[in-house]
């Protein structure tokens, strides 16, 4: 993990500021774009979101079956192994 040396309140609602430095070199874009949460201990991890297969990290074709993110090419490995 690598410092920053930036150091941010938090609101009274609980909100930061990620600064645009940060964000510009995450290539984070506002609303387009989103941050999964994460727990280490006394950490708060903060990773940038993307969405792909639980089984194949894939970002191409995502569905979502029980609140999982399988991509197409899973899917249909999964159906040829049932029948």
């Given at each position: 993990m690598k410092a920053t040396g930036?150091?941010?309140?938090?609101d009274d609602v609980g909100r930061i500021?990620?600064?645009m430095e940060l964000r510009k070199v995450m290539?984070?874009?506002g609303s387009e774009d989103a941050l999964e949460i994460f727990t280490d201990g006394d950490k708060i991890i903060l990773q940038k979101y993307n969405p792909s297969c639980i089984f194949?990290?894939?970002?191409?074709?995502?569905?979502e079956?029980?609140?999982s993110k399988v991509c197409a090419a899973?899917?249909?490995?999964l159906t040829d192994l049932s029948e």
């Open positions: 930036i150091v941010r309140k938090i500021v990620l600064p290539n984070l874009r194949c990290n894939s970002l191409d074709d995502i569905r079956f029980k609140g899973c899917i249909k490995k």
